[in-house]
């Protein structure tokens, strides 16, 4: 059963638009929660983290908003640009336990 | 330094073949950790080495067999692998057994085996 879960696969986006990256959870112990980028053949790259005592975590163009009531949360990219075309994982844990990846959603910066 | 290298970066081997994959960091991190990809699937945890012992087995076949010489290296061998183990391997730091910690990977390693 899928712990973490990134619904849609891919979304386009225009280059200086707005992109949301959704990810939905099932494990209400899930406490602290991460975003990772990767490039094809790379290794995941560590963007932006929010504690569940948090509802928003804020780093230069990245923003991640955490409902939990909802299970729910999201990375937003403003403005986009063209290097951000990679794959998105959200990864969650609880207590410190290991981290639980979700399948990842591939972004593509639109010219 | 702010990487973690992985060697090689790519390794063809048969199913007899014995073969070693090869971690490095020099960050000071205490924790170190050995994820499995396949394509478009997400990483999945193997191994993790606090302060130079294994804590986390994932139930990997015995096939792959972790070994942390020091604070700064980590090793994966590898012995009679089966074609399904085809994967990028990556490996992975942090300050401690902390996942808050968990923001280094390596590019890792694209193994194939015949």
């Known amino acids: 059963d899928q712990q973490v879960k990134q619904n849609s696969p891919s979304l386009s986006v225009q280059e200086g638009r707005i992109s949301i990256l959704n990810c939905d959870y099932t494990?209400?112990?899930?406490?602290?929660f991460l975003w990772y980028k990767k490039y094809p053949a790379e290794g995941p790259t560590f963007l932006i983290s929010i504690s569940s005592i948090k509802d928003k975590n804020e780093d230069g163009r990245f923003t991640v908003f955490l409902n939990k009531s909802a299970k729910h949360l999201s990375l937003h990219i403003v403005p986009s640009q063209p290097g951000d075309s990679a794959v998105y994982f959200c990864?969650?844990?609880?207590?410190?336990?290991?981290?639980?990846f979700g399948k990842g959603t591939r972004l593509h910066i639109l010219p | 330094d702010t990487e973690v290298t992985q060697t090689p970066k790519h390794l063809v081997m048969g199913m007899t073949n014995k073969k070693s994959l090869k971690c490095e960091q020099h960050?000071?991190?205490?924790?170190m950790y050995w994820y499995k990809q396949k394509a478009k699937k997400p990483p999945e945890l193997m191994f993790v080495?606090?302060?130079?012992?294994?804590?986390i087995n994932e139930s990997v076949p015995s096939r792959f067999s972790p070994e942390c010489p020091n604070s700064s290296l980590l090793n994966l061998h590898l012995h009679a692998l089966q074609p399904e183990d085809s994967a990028l391997y990556l490996c992975?730091?942090?300050?401690?057994?902390?996942?808050?910690?968990?923001?280094?990977f390596g590019s890792g390693t694209q193994l194939s085996v015949l």
């Open positions: 960050m000071g991190h205490r924790a």
């Open positions: 990864a969650a844990s609880k207590r410190d336990d290991k981290i639980i």
């Open positions: 494990n209400s112990m899930f406490d602290y």
């Open positions: 992975a730091s942090s300050q401690d057994r902390t996942v808050r910690t968990l923001r280094f």
């Open positions: 080495y606090s302060y130079e012992k294994l804590s």
